[in-house]
């Protein structure tokens, strides 16, 4: 079964510090992938994408993503984190078959501790 | 953005009465409407897609007799879980797209169901 993967279920930093989140899928056909976040008590919202071009994408408040389609791999990366990055992130595929269906990995929580 | 308003935000019911949950689109026409659920630590689940006016299409393992989904105009679909179990406790969230399904989702800001 298609299925996607976040390798942290939490992560604490410093502010300052830098952050990579891991995001692997199962599934070997086009996808389109999508990083999500949720701010404390705000909905699920959209960081950034890849459909298809270059496969590093950079997203809002200086977040980025590579796409490296050899390792089934699309991982989240900020160079240095705030405070108010705190927050659950969630990573997502979207195949190109049977019928447009999301799946999401379980979220990784990021404190930032100022 | 689009802006999807999902309520109630929070409901308790006992064991065995039924429960609906709505999500509205407020500034554009869903003709899509994705319904998840998250149980603690656990991914986002689909457990069906609604399409206005169409029976909706259930994900293997979903009981559609148990999750109703209505999706009868294209600004409100909503989710009924018909005699609610202390198992059916989780966070259910509504999603949709501006386009035809494999863009970018926009989502309500989910219900938390507990059952007693």
């Known amino acids: 079964a298609q299925s996607v993967s976040q390798h942290n279920h939490h992560v604490i930093l410093s502010e300052a510090a830098s952050l990579e989140l891991g995001c692997n899928y199962s599934?070997?056909?086009?996808?389109?992938l999508f990083w999500y976040v949720q701010y404390p008590g705000q909905h699920l919202q959209l960081l950034l994408k890849?459909?298809?071009?270059?496969?590093l994408v950079k997203g809002i408040k200086g977040f980025e993503a590579e796409f490296i389609k050899s390792k089934f791999s699309f991982n989240l990366r900020k160079p240095s984190v705030q405070w108010s990055d705190t927050a659950e992130y969630f990573c997502?595929?979207?195949?190109?078959?049977?019928?447009?269906?999301?799946?999401f990995g379980a979220g990784t929580r990021l404190f930032v501790k100022a | 953005g689009a802006v999807v308003s999902q309520h109630p935000s929070w409901v308790i019911c006992k064991s065995g009465t039924s429960v609906k949950i709505e999500c509205r689109s407020l500034?554009?026409?869903?003709?899509?409407m994705f319904w998840y659920r998250q149980f603690p630590k656990q991914s986002l689940m689909l457990m069906a897609t609604?399409?206005?006016?169409?029976?909706?299409?259930?994900e293997q393992g979903v009981e559609k007799d148990k999750f109703l989904i209505n999706h009868a105009s294209l600004t409100l679909s909503t989710l009924t879980v018909t005699s609610a179990h202390p198992e059916d406790s989780s966070f259910y969230i509504c999603?949709?797209?501006?386009?035809?399904?494999?863009?970018?989702?926009?989502f309500g800001s989910g219900t938390q169901l507990s059952v007693l």
């Open positions: 997502a595929v979207t195949p190109f078959t049977g019928g447009f269906k999301t799946i």
């Open positions: 599934y070997g056909g086009t996808v389109n």
């Open positions: 890849y459909f298809s071009g270059d496969p």
């Open positions: 500034d554009f026409q869903a003709t899509t």
């Open positions: 609604s399409n206005e006016g169409s029976k909706a299409t259930y």
């Open positions: 999603a949709t797209t501006e386009g035809n399904g494999n863009e970018k989702l926009f």
